[in-house]
């Protein structure tokens, strides 16, 4: 089973900009979805996005026009560019792959000014 490792996450005022970076222990070219997780404070795990193996996105709607998900096959990472960012946007941001495989430990992106 694939492992992902999450990073790029941080501390960034509104209107800011992130990259997460999500990195897989094995190629990821034959996983057919790949997407992006967050979890606030108090709040359930929610879907933040998804791109398959053709490269076919879908977004939620909160996200949709500020963020961008992405895959590189042949480094076997997933990307996700966060513009625009908001407070509302604060959370623990997770990969995982469809069907859902283990939880890692996640990626920390906190906007406040």
């Known amino acids: 089973q694939v492992q992902l490792v999450e990073s790029g996450g941080g501390l960034v005022q509104p209107g800011g900009s992130l990259r997460l970076s999500c990195a897989a222990s094995r190629s990821i070219s034959s996983i057919k979805v790949m997407g992006w997780y967050r979890q606030a404070p108090g709040k359930q795990r929610e879907l933040v996005a998804f791109?398959?193996?053709?490269?076919?996105?879908n977004y939620a709607a909160s996200v949709k026009g500020r963020f961008t998900i992405s895959r590189d096959n042949n480094n076997n990472t997933m990307f996700l560019q966060m513009n625009s960012l908001k407070p509302e946007d604060t959370a623990v941001y997770y990969c995982?792959?469809?069907?859902?495989?283990?939880w890692g430990q996640g990626t920390q992106v906190t906007v406040s000014s």
């Open positions: 995982n792959v469809g069907p859902l495989g283990p």
């Open positions: 791109i398959d193996s053709t490269g076919r996105t």
